[in-house]
Each structure stands twice: as C-alpha cells, then as structure tokens.
Nanobody, 114 residues
Framework: QVQLVESGGGLVQPGGSLRLSCAAS????????MAWYRQAPGKRRTLVAW???????ITDISVKGRFAISRDNAKNTVYLQMNNLKPEDTAVYYC????????WGQGTQVTVSS
C-alpha cells in the first residue's frame, strides 16, 4: 500500500512563499506522472500542477508563473514551490499520481492571510 505524506504548509502573508514536499512509500513514482492538488473549504479538489516522469512540469493557468512542481525520483519525493501567494491559494494541498494510484494522504494546510 503506497502512502503519501505531505508537509511544508503553514500560515503565510500574501506575497510570501512556501515549499511543499510529498514523500511517497512504495513504487508510485516509477514511470508515473506525479501531481499536486488542492481543496479549498467547501470546494472540490482540483489539480494544481503535474510532472510527467521524464517530461516537463506543467502548472494550471491559475498558478502559472507563481507555482513550480519538481520531483526527485531517487528520494520518491515531489515538491511544490509556491511564490507570491494569494489569499485564494488557501487550501489543503495533496499529492498523488495521475491516475490516482495511492490512498489520499492527510494533506498539508496552506493559509494565506495578513
């Protein structure tokens, strides 16, 4: 059973930065696209950024130019660098493969507020 553990969230002021990490057990990284999702209160979980194995990273238009996804297959870890954070980025952030092969982790809370 693959487990995903997200970390790095917190409270940050608008314009600030955070770097999220997602460590996975098992072989989920092998050959798979890895992705970050987020779920704001009362809303559906949405895809934020994804990184095909051996391919180029892609970010959703809503965060393009501010967020960047990267992966380290040797460490089974995927990262999300978030810059120039806005209040609308407030959400719980999750990682998973595409298609989703792992049970969802607990996520990491990101709160952007002054």
């Amino acid at each position: 059973q693959v487990q995903l553990v997200e970390s790095g969230g917190g409270l940050v002021q608008p314009g600030g930065s955070l770097r999220l990490s997602c460590a996975a057990s098992g072989s989920i990284f092998s050959g798979n696209t890895m992705a970050w999702y987020r779920q704001a209160p009362g809303k559906r979980r949405t895809l934020v950024a994804w990184h095909p194995n051996g391919g180029s990273p892609i970010t959703d238009i809503s965060v393009k130019g501010r967020f960047a996804i990267s992966r380290d297959n040797a460490k089974n870890t995927v990262y999300l660098q978030m810059n120039n954070l806005k209040p609308e980025d407030t959400a719980v952030y999750y990682c998973n493969s595409i298609p989703n092969q792992a049970t969802w982790g607990q996520g990491t809370q990101v709160t952007v507020s002054s």
